[in-house]
């Protein structure tokens, strides 16, 4: 199977939250990336960093004070049955959409759960405490796919299959469900239309690491069933687990694009934050970058990182672009030392007068 | 879950000082539940030497958790006993004496839930100074606390709605740390945090612990992270 174009491309996506006294809050900034059928892009970040309001914005759930810049492309996913008998309930080729342009209507009618599966953070919060799964995964059925009704209970035990809930617990009620299969319960909901990119907002938070493990295993059988999946989260183990590609925001920009492979091997990032953030793992150095991140609503003109960074030059003054996956004007280079979270005075460059 | 942890090697102030000084924490056969016959802590052991600080490691549902309400005097136990400082605990909750309640200081995984939504990081960060009639320290203790966790002016006056999961987490381990605690529970505290923010709230507990010869039960299910911050690791049973 080849998935020659995206089929999901971001491109200059911005969000900004009008608030009170004219003030804005940006909380997304010109971030631009494409993700593939059968692909997993993690997103990671710390909490305010963007992350999560950039998922929303694909939803299309932002409060009406978000102002919005920009294109996010969805596909039609046509690729994903390739070849396949279709399953009952398989989405069809559709039309490509700008979910920021969308409007609610098409959002709601056409594209979350539809064209766009959520795999929530809490599924306790996504499951209805007075329901049986089974009546919610129905319920779901019969909502989203044209399933004829004495097809319904099928479906919805396929949809179950899928995310490898087991039959047997289906008519239990959430409370009685362990954590592992509580989210699978969830990821089931969101497996329900069969749709072909699914956005998963921190699903391992709080797990433990064998409900990790699980729940990266199920997920990444979903990429490789032929779904893209956009995974965001804080825990870069989760993501090293996952990933095909990682890409790292900080102050509501992507500053670093890598593949995992290189990202979690060998090289490393190559963004200063990134790097720091890699070494503040405990099975690395363990060491916090100092300081905090900016405020959203108070970002700093040029590079929002440079108040933290080691490598600070007059040219940060400047924001950077994006380039060959590092948004840095004075990236590492694969084996440079550890410069962030290690004050250096070598580091600082000659003249500066601050 | 059932099942007993082995007795602790001696506390790294070396035999003499074990000797001498009775553990920070003594949890002995404890068995604890919400639910009458359905006991999620069984029969458990768990020391905590001076100045030591051990890891609990489990996976969720095996009543680790449950043992960090039970070891903080927040949850009484239905069978077993706790012992600070050498001494028997005499009530749980708002009913444990004010010298033993302030003993133990604790930091939950979800600041969120943890934090009065009506109080400025500061009044937070200074409200176990002030219930517990030291509110003349607010100032100057809350000062201190609040550059030790890395909040600024600024922060300190908005309240939680207006900070990060990050920020909000700072204020509730400088509010744990209030009243100088000699031993500290960390129940998940950093699930939530990136690595960067895990790492910085780690070193505020270690240097703090430096300072005071503070004790640490850290109770969490992220093995490499506890490993790397603790003395010792005892590992709960349970199933997922
Ligand atoms: S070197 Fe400059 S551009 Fe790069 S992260 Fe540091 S401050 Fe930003």
New binding site residues.
Partial sequence: MSAPSALLSVTGLSVRFRMRGNRYIQAVSDVSFDLAAGECLALVGESGCGKSVLASALLGLLPGNAQLRGGALLGGGEQLHDGAQPEPGAFEARDAVDLIGADERTMAGTVRGRRIGLIPQSPAAHLSPVRTVRAQLEETVRELTGTPRREVRAAALAAAGRAAFPAGHLDHYPHQLSGGLAQRAATALALVADAPLLIADEPTTGLDRELVEHTVTELRRHVDDGRALLMITHDLAAAERIADRVAVMYAGRV?ELAPGRDFFGGPGPR???AHGLRAALPERDFVPIPGMPPELGALPA????????????E??A???ELVDG??????LTAGAPAVVGAPSTAAAPEGDDR | MTGSTPAPAAAPGGPSRAATTPPALELRRITAGYQRGKPVVEDMTLTVGPGEAVALFGPSGCGKSTLARVAALLHEPWAGSVLLDGEPARGWRHRAPRAQRTKVGVVFQQPRLAADPRLTLSRLIAEPLRANGRGEEAARRGGELAEAVGLDAELLARRPHEVSDGQLQRACLARALALRPRLLVCDEMTAMLDASTTAALVAVVEAYRAENGAALLAVGHDRTLLERWCDRTVEQGGHW
Avoid: D, K, L, M
């Fill in positions: 500053v963004h200063p934050y040029g590079c929002a990182f440079a108040p933290r960074c080691t490598r600070t030059e040219a940060c400047q924001t950077p590092t948004a840095c004007h004075f990236p």
